[in-house]
């Protein structure tokens, strides 16, 4: 009985350690105060409607999805032919090639950004849209290849080599065969890397420049200047996003066998 209460408490404090903020930025969030604080001072919704109305957010918002989406596209076009040759050829150099793969998310993404800033911005004048399109597909190619070539693994090669021994030309077969049986893998990593994506902080905190900020660093710019619930109604909202998209994704893919 000892032991069993002492196993409910455990859980309780470990659910309040992982719960607490986000209770507590919902709660920021709907207040009616006009500076953030917690407890709230009323509840209202008139943070959560304000910011739809700041038009930092606005392009902020559209360019983090921009990031996000063609970003991951980007990766998975790089990241399906790295797996599938890692997965499907004995290659001499094959954990060396996944250790360089790996690489972005093994190195700290304050020292990619710094990297990508001294090395390709300054030296190069890339633009720093570029430099940002190129770091987020640098940054998701990692979890594309690891996503991709799990469910290549749980798919038995001998399915191909049947289409092969049929008639097709191996083209034909990685495209007709291959590519229909890895879709909810392929779809789980492209939300993986879309996530990952947008809430990108440390790597692009490097790579904003003027007017051209992606969302996460516009909520930090705009907390220096302005200190409203607003950005706590953000925060609130795009954590209730994330959580969509991974139960959504769960629901309908069973994310968790390809992560």
Request: positive net charge; proline residues 5%.
């Amino acid at each position: 009985m000892t032991g069993r209460l002492l196993s409910y408490a455990t859980l309780t404090l470990v659910l309040a350690f992982l719960l607490g903020p986000f209770l507590i930025i919902v709660a920021a969030a709907l207040s009616a105060g006009e500076t953030l604080a917690f407890p709230p001072q009323g509840l209202s919704l008139k943070w959560v409607f304000k910011v739809f109305e700041i038009e930092s957010f606005r392009k902020s918002f559209a360019l983090s999805m921009f990031l996000a989406v063609f970003g991951t596209l980007a990766a998975l076009v790089l990241g399906v032919p790295v797996a599938y040759a890692a997965s499907r050829y004995k290659l001499p150099f094959r954990e060396t090639l996944r250790t360089i793969v790996s690489a972005p998310i093994i190195v700290p993404g304050i020292i990619v950004g710094l990297a990508l800033l001294r090395y390709l911005v300054i030296p190069l004048d890339v633009g720093v849209g570029l430099a940002l399109f190129i770091a987020h597909t640098a940054l998701i190619l990692p979890y594309a290849v690891r996503v991709v070539s799990a469910s290549l693994e749980n798919l038995r090669s001998d399915i191909e080599e049947a289409a092969v021994i049929l008639g097709s030309s191996r083209a034909g077969a990685f495209f007709r065969v291959v590519l229909p049986n890895i879709r909810n893998g392929i779809l789980a990593a492209f939300i993986l890397g879309f996530v990952t994506s947008f809430n990108q902080v440390p790597v692009s905190l490097f790579l904003s420049g003027p007017g051209v900020r992606t969302l996460p660093i516009d909520m930090i710019w705009y907390m220096e200047i302005t200190y409203d619930p607003s950005v706590a109604a953000l925060a609130a909202l795009l954590a209730f996003l994330s959580i969509a998209i991974v139960f959504l994704a769960e629901r309908f893919l069973g994310f968790s066998r390809y992560v």
